[in-house]
Nanobody
Framework: QVQLVESGGGLVQSGESLRLSCKAS????????MGWYRQVPQKARELVAM?????HYGDFVKGRFTISRDDANNTVYLQMNGLEPGDTAAYYC????????????????WGEGIQVTVSS
C-alpha cells in the first residue's frame, strides 16, 4: 500500500506565499517522478510542477513557483510565491513509482488533495 500525504495548504491573500509538502510512504521500491497538479470545479486537472528526469512547470507558473524533491525522505515540496486569486484550487500530489510487490511495474498514485485559496 502506498500513501501520499499532503500538507501546507490554506487561505492567503494575493501576493503571499505558501509551501506545500507531500510525503510518500508504504511499500515503495523506486520513485520515478513526483509533482503537483491542481483542479478547480468543472475543469480538468492541470500540471503545476513535476520532477522526474527533469523539472517541468505549467505555463501559468511564470517563475512564481519552485518544486523540490527530497529523495531520502520521499518528499516533494512546492514553494508558491506571488499567489493570485487564479491559483485558487485543490492541489493534488502525484507520484509515479514502483512497489516492492511489483518492482517492474510503474504506477501512478495520487494524494487526496489540499485546498489553496487566494483572496484578492
Amino acid at each position: 500500500q502506498v500513501q501520499l500525504v499532503e500538507s501546507g495548504g490554506g487561505l492567503v491573500q494575493s501576493g503571499e506565499s505558501l509551501r506545500l509538502s507531500c510525503k510518500a510512504s508504504g511499500n515503495i521500491f523506486t520513485i520515478s517522478g513526483m509533482g503537483w497538479y491542481r483542479q478547480v470545479p468543472q475543469k480538468a486537472r492541470e500540471l503545476v510542477a513535476m520532477v522526474n528526469s527533469g523539472v517541468h512547470y505549467g505555463d501559468f507558473v511564470k517563475g512564481r513557483f519552485t518544486i523540490s524533491r527530497d529523495d531520502a525522505n520521499n518528499t516533494v515540496y512546492l514553494q508558491m510565491n506571488g499567489l493570485e486569486p487564479g491559483d485558487t484550487a485543490a492541489y493534488y500530489c502525484n507520484a509515479r513509482l514502483t512497489t516492492t510487490q511489483a518492482p517492474n511495474v510503474l504506477s501512478n498514485y495520487w494524494g487526496e488533495g489540499i485546498q489553496v485559496t487566494v483572496s484578492s
